[in-house]
């Protein structure tokens, strides 16, 4: 599964911005999609994370509230909508994706930067 991310940028505090990510396979062939952050000196964290069939979806207590994972099944598509955004979102932000058996994928990188 190859994976492809867009949307990232600067952004002022309080703005708005939207990731998406298209899957290679099908969507029916992965289990769940997700988005992790690296932060400059930071682990890698999990930001949201969707079951494709179904549409259940998880997140990191730190952005509860203000981001929103869903996803386009007809599209092989994830998208993140990243509203009230806090210098602290400054991230890489990673796309991914897990198939059924249990592998996961990883998508390049995209820079999300939230700096006045």
């Known amino acids: 599964v190859q994976l492809q991310a867009s949307g990232g940028g600067l952004v002022q505090p309080g703005g708005s911005l939207r990731l998406s990510c298209a899957a290679s396979a099908s969507i029916y062939t992965i289990n769940a999609m997700g988005w992790y952050r690296q932060a400059p000196g930071k682990q890698r964290e999990l930001v949201a994370r969707i079951i494709t069939l179904g549409g259940f979806a998880n997140y990191a207590d730190p952005v509860k509230g203000r981001f929103t994972i869903s996803r386009t099944n007809a599209k092989n598509t994830v998208h993140l909508q990243m509203n009230s955004l806090k210098p602290e979102d400054t991230a890489v932000y990673y796309c991914?994706?897990?198939?059924w058996g249990g592998g996961i994928y990883w998508g390049q990188g995209t820079q999300v930067t939230v700096s006045s």
């Open positions: 991914t994706a897990e198939d």
